[in-house]
T-cell receptor, first 114, second 113 residues
Framework: DQQVKQNSPSLSVQEGRISILNCDYT??????FLWYKKYPAEGPTFLIS?????DKNEDGRFTVFLNKSAKHLSLHIVPSQPGDSAVYFC?????????????FGKGMKLTVNP | DTAVSQTPKYLVTQMGNDKSIKCEQN?????MYWYKQDSKKFLKIMFS???????INETVPNRFSPKSPDKAHLNLHINSLELGDSAVYFC????????????FGPGTRLTVL
């Protein structure tokens, strides 16, 4: 069962515009959410995270929004740059229980065109 | 300096063989993980070790056996390889309680023929 869903496999945007990547989750026990970025032939790298006690977290050009009632989060990148072209994974975990297990979505390929 | 390294990067082998993938981290982390990314691109956790002790085992067939000789290494041994084992395997590490800071290795692409 897919507990973390990234329903759009790809997104293409123009350089300088906003990129919005969406993620939905089904497990109400999840209380911490992360975005990872992955370039070809490399491992995922941590990008930004958000706790369920917040609805927004910003880091430079990257902002993550969390809507707990809708079990939905999104990653906004603005302005988008060609170097942002990569696969983005949404991940979620429950901080209760101490298993430190991350559940990943299947990723979304972002292409930023110059 | 490579933080999390895996060897080999590519592994092509026949069904029924036994193979190992090695992972080392030089970050001083206590927790290490193995993930599998299958053909559908899902990245799924297989195992997690904390200070050489198994803490997560995600219903992986017992043909897969992780071995942690010390907290900087977590190797993955796979016996009697099957076609369905073909995937990219990622090793990762983190400090306890800092799961958002999971650092991933570059991956090992395993192809079983």
């Amino acid at each position: 069962d897919q507990q973390v869903k990234q329903n759009s496999p790809s997104l293409s945007v123009q350089e300088g515009r906003i990129s919005i990547l969406n993620c939905d989750y089904t497990n109400s026990m999840f209380d911490y959410f992360l975005w990872y970025k992955k370039y070809p032939a490399e491992g995922p790298t941590f990008l930004i995270s958000i706790s369920s006690i917040k609805d927004k977290n910003e880091d430079g050009r990257f902002t993550v929004f969390l809507n707990k009632s809708a079990k939905h989060l999104s990653l906004h990148i603005v302005p988008s740059q060609p170097g942002d072209s990569a696969v983005y994974f949404c991940a979620a975990t429950s901080t209760q229980g101490g298993s430190e297990k991350l559940v990943f979505g299947k990723g979304m390929k972002l292409t930023v065109n110059p | 300096d490579t933080a999390v390294s895996q060897t080999p990067k590519y592994l092509v082998t026949q069904m029924g063989n036994d193979k190992s993938i090695k992972c080392e981290q030089n970050l001083g982390h206590d927790t290490m993980y193995w993930y599998k990314q299958d053909s559908k691109k899902f990245l799924k956790i297989m195992f997690s070790y904390n200070n050489k002790e198994l803490i997560i085992n995600e219903t992986v067939p017992n043909r897969f056996s992780p071995k942690s000789p010390d907290k900087a290494h977590l190797n993955l041994h796979i016996n009697s390889l099957e076609l369905g084992d073909s995937a990219v395997y990622f090793c990762a590490s983190s400090r306890p309680g800092q799961f958002n800071e999971q650092f991933f290795g570059p991956g090992t692409r395993l192809t079983v023929l």
